[in-house]
């Protein structure tokens, strides 16, 4: 496997960092939602300005972009749980090699080795 065979220790340690993780992009999810619903609510009923408007719709930009990248990493983080389950954590779904342990231990949720992640990054870059 990966620098030797991962401990349980270090898979129990890294279950709780995501689980941890889950969480706290939940609540950010959250706490953004309620954001947008709070400015909606202040927005209605009141004469606004352009100003007004403007920093709204920039608020709501923000929100909708925080979600979006929240989101994504909430599938991130549940498919590396799934993985601690079906006893795969550490072997990269995309080509099956092992993530290094100081990967894992600095991104918990990874699912790719470093050098796919740079490929994935440069070939979205490209895309653009």
């Known amino acids: 496997m990966n620098d030797s065979v991962l401990s349980k220790s270090f898979l129990d340690a890294q279950r709780e960092r995501l689980l941890t ?3 706290q992009l939940i609540a950010s999810a959250d706490a953004a939602g309620n954001d947008e619903g709070l400015l909606q609510q202040t927005a ?3 004469p606004q ?3 007004d408007d403007a ?3 920039a608020q709501q ?3 909708e972009s925080l979600l979006s990248h929240n989101e994504g990493r909430l599938t991130i983080v549940d498919r590396a749980l799934e993985k601690l389950d079906e006893g795969s954590y ?3 779904d995309g080509n099956g090699e092992a993530i290094s342990k100081a990967r894992l231990e600095a991104i918990p949720e990874t699912i790719y080795t470093i050098e796919e992640m740079e490929a994935r990054e440069r070939a979205e870059r490209s895309a653009r």
């Open 21 to 23: 993780l889950r969480k």
């Open 44 to 46: 209605g009923g009141e």
């Open 49 to 51: 300005d352009s100003g």
């Open 55 to 57: 920093e709204r719709f």
């Open 61 to 63: 930009d923000r929100d």
């Open 90 to 92: 550490g072997i990269s």
